[in-house]
């Protein structure tokens, strides 16, 4: 059995289940949480206004902080985007994600994707030589953030060096790109890449209350 076809094998199914079912588990563990009653007087009852708003509102930096954070939060942007419009408007994506779910939309040109999956990748790279140096991210950085930024960055390497069939034969920088993938899958439920799922319960969840107490979000 060649490399590509072991990747394309058994542990892809493994690591689909394995997302999930992860991803399954850590949403209903979070949202089945028992809260303890709240006997206070609501200043305000539009506690799902609070949270959608809070939601899109923590998109932006606050202005106060600006000067200090717009560098690493333009950067976050950039390799978000970046990353989103590679794994969803790649047509070879689509059409595995098709198999998957029977989901099909149109993709971009693949001179769109490429480009974009190296901007990507420069914003990964500088990402991480921003950790390294910045001392008090240096200081915050943990395994985790370090696992989390390889897992995301190896499938964008391995994409790219496939479709520019440097380093190896092609079918082998497929197999290692469709690898890298499952790797992600695996990890996804137990590192920080959950916050893919749970900005939005967190930041919802944080807004409803501050909109109870009346307080600015």
Do not use: C
Request: net charge positive.
């Amino acid at each position: 059995m060649d490399l590509l076809a072991f990747a394309k094998g058994p542990i892809l199914m493994w690591s689909l289940i394995i997302f999930v079912v992860g991803v399954s588990w850590r949403l209903l563990g979070i949202l089945l949480l028992r809260r303890k009653p709240d006997y206070s007087e609501p200043r305000s009852n539009a506690t799902w206004w609070g949270a959608v708003r809070t939601v899109f509102s923590r998109m932006w930096m606050r202005k106060e902080f600006q000067s200090r954070t717009a560098y690493g939060a333009a950067l976050g942007y950039v390799f978000h985007i970046g990353l989103a419009i590679v794994v969803f408007f790649f047509v070879p994506h689509i059409l595995f994600i098709k198999d998957l779910t029977g989901l099909s939309w149109g993709g971009l040109p693949s001179g769109v994707i490429y480009a974009t999956g190296v901007v990507t990748m420069i914003a990964l790279i500088i990402l991480l030589i921003r950790r390294f140096t910045h001392p008090v991210l240096k200081l915050l950085s943990n395994f985790d953030d370090y696992f989390s930024w390889f897992v995301t960055t190896a499938p964008v390497v391995t994409g790219l060096l496939a479709v520019a069939h440097l380093g190896a034969r092609y079918e082998t920088l497929l197999g290692l790109h469709i690898l890298s993938v499952e790797l992600l899958f695996i990890w996804f439920p137990f590192g920080k890449l959950m916050h893919a799922f749970l900005f939005a319960i967190s930041r919802g969840t944080t807004g409803a209350l501050l909109e109870r107490k009346g307080a600015a979000t």
